[in-house]
């Protein structure tokens, strides 16, 4: 009867309902072996973990799902949060994760000094130094930052106000050439207005770097003759403290010297605090003083540099 039933129908008689073919195996998608969640976000990388109340810890990721991360961490074990209490994931750079830092903010600028590395787009910090001047400043793109200079007190203390624009460009990982203007003028009576060019090259990561400096200063009437030479660095001591100095080169009185700041920086992704000692010689004098502080808050969504 099969093999009956497997005949072609004679002509013209009603033909066999065609078996219908089984649906086309579909090829299984494999899902990628470590890049899991969100984009990015790697199985056995070091995170830095910022919730929306404020709570930082630093963690292996060891599982991720829709709804939460899992991590490892050396203090508190293992830690499972809600992604919608995430505020900001970062990972750490390797030598970071070896050595137990969290990402900090040391790489924009050192005391006074701006570096070659920018804020990113979206990025700020706002600052006080030595009570009576604040600055803020705010990343446009990656490559281009404005800031502002004012007093604390209108027409108390520092009766200055400039305006800060800095474009940069990276040239490889570690490698950064940039180039800016501070352009202020006095608020008091007879003020004047005037300001400093410069361009920057700064070698280093986010947390230790070298910068040198090149500037010239101009006002009303023209462009200073000499230059205004900057060497300065931001050195990671540990998780929380940095070594700070910038030296400025300059021809004092024709005597030739150099001078400037040099102290301690506390920092935490989101706030800082530095002390320094002005110091400068020449060939007739020099001296060290107390003469440096500011606190600083970063706002905006802060990546790792």
């Known amino acids: 009867m099969a093999a009956r039933a497997q005949q072609p129908a004679l002509p013209g008689a009603p033909q066999p309902p065609a078996t219908p073919l089984p649906p086309p195996m579909r090829t299984a998608e494999l899902p990628m072996a470590n890049v899991i969640g969100h984009p990015g976000e790697v199985i056995g990388q070091t995170y830095t973990v910022e919730t929306m109340g404020g709570t930082q810890f630093s963690g292996i990721l060891r599982e991720a799902t829709e709804q939460t991360l899992t991590f490892e961490t050396r203090e508190l074990g293992t830690v499972t949060v809600q992604r919608v209490i995430v505020r900001q994931l970062t990972n750490q750079t390797p030598e970071q994760a070896r050595r137990g830092f969290d990402y900090v903010g040391n790489s924009t600028h050192m005391f006074f000094a701006p570096t070659a590395r920018n804020l990113h787009q979206g990025e700020g910090e706002a600052q006080v ?33 400039a305006v800060t624009p800095k474009v940069s460009l990276p040239v490889s990982d570690k490698l950064r050439v940039g180039a800016g203007v501070l352009y202020g003028f006095t608020t008091g009576s007879g003020g004047g207005s005037g300001g400093l060019g410069y361009g920057l090259a700064t070698y280093g990561t986010a947390d ?71 110091y400068f010689t020449s060939r007739n004098n020099g001296g060290i003083y107390p003469a440096y502080l500011d606190v600083a808050f970063r706002f905006g969504k802060i990546k790792l540099r």
């Open 129 to 161: 130094i030595d009570i009576f001047l604040a600055s803020v400043n705010y990343g446009l793109t990656d490559n281009i930052s404005v800031g502002l200079l004012v007093p604390v007190i209108p027409f108390v203390g520092v009766p200055l106000v």
């Open 208 to 278: 230790t770097n070298l910068t040198l400096g090149l500037g010239y200063g101009f006002a009303s009437d023209g462009v200073g003759r000499s230059p205004v030479g900057v060497v300065g660095a931001n050195v990671r001591l540990s998780r929380l403290f940095t070594l700070v100095n910038e030296t400025y080169l300059a021809n004092f009185d024709s005597n030739g010297g150099f001078g400037g700041l040099a102290g301690l920086r506390y920092a935490s992704p989101r706030f800082s605090g530095s002390l320094g000692a002005l």
